[in-house]
C-alpha cells in the first residue's frame, strides 16, 4: 500500500514540471498582455513600455519561467497585476468561498444520489424508478446556466426564502454566529441548484450498479440463506455497488477547488471560476499560471486519492 | 452626482471584461430632456425609443424622510478588484464605489469646465500657467484630519516616483513643470509645484490650454498622514487602501466584503453638509439578474444598466428610467500606414489598398447607420455623424450632417474613382483591373456583434465591394489594429468603438504622433486644427468651436474613419429615491440624496 502511495507522488513530479512549462508556454502564446487593454491616449506609449519592461514581459519566455519557477518553489507566486495584490493572498481568499460552496454542494449531491440512486435500483421498472430516471434525463439535458437562473428566479426572488447575491450580508462582522449563518444562507440556493444538477450521474451509476448487482450469484446465496429483503440490500447490495461512487470521489474532489463560472457569475458570489476566467482574458498572467497549476495538481492528487480509495475498498484492483 | 476620474480618452470594447477604462457610463445632459408626467417612458408605436424622451434628473414624487439606506447595484460580470484609492485604481467598478467615499477637490459644470463650488477654488495667473488652489477650510479627511496642501502635492509625488505601480502618470502630470526632472531622478522635488501654506498650492504648467481646465488637473490629493511613511510600491496594496479605505466624500466605509460588497455610514462631517441618507450599501450583481433585482426592490440604483434589456423593461412600474448620451462613438477606421517605432509617429503609405479617399467615402455612403441603430439597438444607439458626440453639446457640430446613407453615391464614387466591374462577377476590381479583396476585422462579444458586422458586409457588397469578415476577441483584435505599433499588414478596415473623455481634443486618437492614430493618418491641415483647438487662442470659446466644427468637417472630407452609431446610457431609479441625477453639471450631489420611504417600492 506505501510502496503504492510512494510511487504514485514520485510519478506526479516530473507531470507537474511537464504542465507547468505547458502552462507558461500556453500563455506567452496567447495575443497581447496584461497591459493590452490600457488603451488610454493620455499615457505615453513610453510609460507603458517602462511597465511592460519592469514586470519583465519583455524578457523571452524561458527567462520569464525561470524567474517565475524561483518564486513558484519558495512559495512566491508574484503579484497579480489587476489586483495589486500577492497571487497567493488572492487565490487564498477565493478558494475559501469555493471551498464552502463545493462542500455544500458535494453534500448535498451525495444526499440525493444515494437515497435516489437505491430506490431507483431496487424497485427498477417501477413508476417510481421511471420518475426518477425522469428526473436525471431532465437534469442531464437541462444547462445549469438556465437552471440556476430558473432557481434564483424562483426561490430568491418570487419566494424570497433565500438571499439573491453575494457570500454573506453586507455588513455582518466577521466571527460571529449571525455571520456563520447568513454565510450558510447564502450557500444553500446555488448549493442546491448545482447539486440537482450534478448528481443526476452518480444517481445513474448507482442505480445501475445496483441492478448490476442485484442478480449476481452470491445475492442469489444470500436470499437462499434466508437474509431479510432490506439486509440483503443494505449489507450485500449496497457495499458492493458504492465501488464506483468511491472511485469517482477523488475526482469530485478536484471539481471542489475549481468553482464554476456560472454559478458564481448568476448568485454575484466571488470564487475561482470568475478568477480563472477574467484572469485570462484580461491576461493576469501571474494569476492565470498560478491557477493553471493548482487545478492541474489537484486533478493529480484527485487520481491518486482515487486509485488508494479503489485498492482501498477493493483489494483485487491493488496495482502491483 | 459625484465627479468621476477624468481620463481623457478611453476605449470601450464589446466585451465587459475590460477594465482598462474608467467611469465612462456618466455622460452630459442632453439639450431637449423631456417625458411624459408621470415620468415613465413612453414607447412610440414602432418599439423604438428615443434618447430626447429621457430625463437625467429623477422626478422627485413624495417627501423626503429622515436618513434611511438605500442599496447601490454594481452591475459587472467580473468582480472590483479592491483598489480604493483614486490615484492607484484601474477598474471601472471600484471607481464606482469610490464616488461615494472620495471625490475630487474641483467640481465641473456641464460643459466640463472646472468651476469654484468644489472642495476647493482656483484662480489662473494671466500667462494662464499657474493655478492657485485654495481648500475649502472645512475639508476633513474621514478620521477627522483637514485636507492639505500637503496632502494634494503628496498625490503628485506618488504618480511621479517611478515605482508607482498605478495607471495614473500620462501628459497631465508630464506638463506640469519640473514633472519629468521629478520622474526621471534628477530633481528630488517638482519645482512647479509649491505649498504656499497648509489650505493653498500653487501648480505651474508648461503648455497653458484649455484642455486644462477640463480635466486635465488632478484634483484627488492622497492622504500624507497615513500614506506618508509607506514605500510608493507598497501604497496600492496596503490595507489602507483595500481595507479601510479613505476619502472625504458624503459617506464613510463601514466594512468590505472582498469582491462582492461594501457598506457605508454617512460622513456626518462633510463638507457639504450632513448627508440625508444614514448609510448605502453597495452590492454586485450580475447583468443577468439586474431586473429581478430593480423590480423586487433588491436595488434601488445601479451603476449600468444593459440597454440591450430595456426595451422587454421599459414599462417596469417601480422605477424611473433616467437617459444621458454616453461619451462615446462607435467608428469603422481604414488602415492608411504604419506605425515608425523609431520616430514615434505615424508613417502613412500612399499606396495602401484603403488609400484613394472616394473609395473610402463610397464605404460610408453604403451603410444604414440609422437602420442598423433601430434594429439591433431598439433606436437606443443612433446614426453618428460626426467625431465628437453629442455629450459634447458645445463642440459637437449639429449642422454637419456626416455623410448619409445613399447606395447609388457610393456606386457613382466607385464609378468615379475608376472602381469597375471588369470581369462580369459583380465584383468591383481597382482601377488598375486588378481584383479587390478588403479584409475587415471586429471584435466579438454580445448577441449581436457579428450579425452587426455582417449586416456592413453586406451593405458594402450591394454597392459592388469585397469585403472579408474576421470576428476577433478583443486582446486579438487590438494586437491587429496596432495596439503595439506592429499593424497587422492584413487588416484594412476595422470596427471599433472610442471612449471620449470629457476633454473635447482629440490629438490623442487623430495626432501624426499618436499611437492610438489607428489609421495611420497624417494631414496638415488635420495637425494645423488640433494644435490651435489647444492653443492659448483657445480658452476664447467660439474660436475653439470655430476650429473643431472644421476639424469635424475635415474628417467628413477625408474619412479616415467613420463614425458610426452614437449610444445612450440609461439607469433606473427606484421611485423612492429622491434628488439624484446622472451626467455632469447637475449640481445635485450624493450628500443630497435621500428616501421617500423605509423600504423600496417593488413592482405590481
Known sequence: MWKLIVRRTLITIPQIIVLSLLVFILAQAMPGDALTGLIDPSIDPATIEAMRERLGLNNPWYVQYIDWIKGVIQGDFGQSFRFKMPVSDLIGA????????????????????????????????????????????????????????????????????????????????????????????HLLL?????????????????????????????????????????????????????????????YEITGLIGGTIFIENIFGYPGMGELFLSSISLRDYSVMTALVLLFGLAAIIGALLSDIILSLVDPRIRIK | ????????????????????????????????????????????????????????????????????????????????????????????????????????????????????????????????????????DNVNWHDGEPVTAEDWLFAHEVIGNPEYDGPRYNSDFTNIEGMEEYNSGKADTISGIEVVDEKTLKITYIESTPSLLTGSIWSYPLAKHIFGDMAVADISSSPEVRENPIGFGPFKVESIVPGE??????????????????????????????????ETGGVDLISEFPVDQFPDNADMSNVEFLGAVDRAYTYIGFKLGTWDAENNRVQPNPDAKMGDVELRKAMWHAVDNTAVGERFYNGLRWNATTLIPPSHPEFHDDSNEGRAYDPEVAKTLLDDAGYAD?????????????????????????????????????????????????????????????????????????????????????????????????PRWENEENERLLKEGRSEEAFDLAFRQDVYDEWQQLMVDEVPVFPTLYRAVLSPVNDRVLNYAIGDGTEIYLSDLAVSQDSPVTAE
Not at chain 2, 458594402?460 to 506592429?486: I, P, S
Open chain 2, 422 to 518: 471588369t470581369d462580369g462577377d459583380g465584383i468591383r476590381e481597382d482601377p488598375e483591373g486588378n481584383p479587390l479583396e478588403i479584409n475587415f476585422i471586429s471584435m466579438t462579444g454580445g448577441d449581436t456583434a457579428e450579425p452587426l458586422a455582417q449586416y456592413y458586409v453586406q451593405s458594402w457588397e450591394a454597392v459592388g465591394l469585397k469585403v472579408n469578415l474576421e470576428m476577433l476577441e478583443f486582446n486579438t483584435f487590438y494586437d491587429r489594429v496596432g495596439n503595439g505599433g506592429e499593424d497587422n499588414p492584413d487588416v484594412d478596415v476595422y470596427q471599433a468603438a472610442w471612449g471620449v473623455g470629457i476633454d473635447v481634443d482629440p490629438s490623442g486618437l487623430y495626432g501624426a504622433e499618436a499611437l492610438y492614430n489607428f
Open chain 1, 190 to 250: 446555488p448549493a442546491l441548484s448545482m447539486a440537482l444538477i450534478t448528481t443526476v450521474s452518480t444517481v445513474q451509476y448507482l442505480r445501475s450498479e445496483i441492478i448490476d448487482t442485484k442478480q449476481k450469484d452470491f445475492i442469489v446465496t444470500a436470499r437462499a440463506k434466508g437474509a431479510s429483503e432490506s439486509r440483503v440490500y443494505n449489507r450485500h447490495v449496497l457495499r458492493n455497488s458504492l465501488l464506483p461512487i468511491a472511485a469517482f470521489f477523488g
Open chain 2, 1 to 136: 452626482m459625484g465627479k468621476n476620474n477624468k481620463s481623457k480618452v478611453l476605449i470601450l470594447s464589446l466585451a465587459l471584461l475590460l477594465a482598462a477604462c474608467s467611469g465612462d457610463d456618466e455622460a452630459t445632459k442632453d439639450s431637449g430632456g423631456k417625458k411624459d408626467s408621470d415620468g415613465k417612458q413612453e414607447q412610440k408605436d414602432d418599439g423604438l425609443y428615443s434618447i430626447e424622451d429621457f430625463s437625467n434628473v429623477k422626478t422627485n414624487e413624495g417627501e423626503a424622510i429622515d436618513g434611511g439606506n438605500i442599496t447601490f447595484g454594481l452591475v459587472s460580470d467580473t468582480v472590483f478588484e479592491g483598489t480604493l484609492n483614486w490615484n492607484f485604481y484601474s477598474g471601472a467598478p471600484d471607481a464606482e464605489i469610490l464616488n461615494w467615499f472620495d471625490e475630487g477637490l474641483l467640481t465641473w459644470d456641464e460643459n466640463y469646465v472646472y468651476t469654484n463650488d468644489g472642495a476647493a477654488t482656483y484662480e489662473v495667473s494671466e500667462d494662464g500657467r499657474t493655478f492657485t488652489f485654495k481648500i475649502g
Open chain 2, 261 to 294: 460588497s461594501v457598506t457605508l455610514t454617512k460622513n456626518e462631517d462633510y463638507w457639504r453638509g450632513e448627508p440625508n441618507l444614514d448609510g448605502v450599501t453597495i452590492k454586485v450583481i450580475s447583468s443577468s439578474t439586474v431586473v429581478q433585482e430593480l
Open chain 1, 94 to 185: 477565493r478558494m475559501i468561498n469555493t471551498l464552502w460552496l463545493s462542500l455544500a454542494t458535494l453534500i448535498l449531491t451525495y444526499l440525493i444520489a444515494i437515497p435516489l440512486g437505491i430506490i431507483s435500483g431496487r424497485f427498477n421498472d417501477t413508476w417510481l424508478d421511471r420518475a426518477i430516471t425522469g428526473y436525471t434525463y431532465i437534469g442531464f439535458a437541462a444547462p445549469l446556466f438556465i437552471f440556476a437562473l430558473v432557481m434564483l428566479f424562483v426561490f430568491g426572488f418570487q419566494l424570497g426564502w433565500f438571499p439573491t447575491s453575494g457570500s454573506v450580508t453586507p455588513g455582518t462582522t466577521p466571527g460571529t454566529f449571525e455571520y456563520f449563518i447568513s454565510k450558510v444562507n
